[in-house]
């Protein structure tokens, strides 16, 4: 598994308002349940901080850590 991992203020720019995520109520709900979550995603076999990547640039370190 490969933990997509960026932090939270930018997360949330990113999925606010989706009609896609019912669970993302508002900022307090979407924080708690981001914050719940993290233990588990760590639990992956690969993290990468996507935070400031492309989409290409994301799909490439993918690549280079599934080839590796």
């Not at 901080?49 to 290409?56: K, Y």
């Amino acid at each position: 598994a490969v933990w997509l991992d960026c932090a939270f203020d930018i997360c949330f720019e990113r999925v606010k308002g989706d009609p896609g995520r019912p669970l993302l109520t508002g900022r307090t709900e979407t924080r708690k349940l981001y914050d719940q979550r993290r233990a588990a995603y760590g639990a992956a076999d690969f993290a990468i901080e996507t935070g400031a990547l492309s989409a290409e640039q994301v799909a490439a370190e993918i690549i280079a850590k599934l080839s590796g």
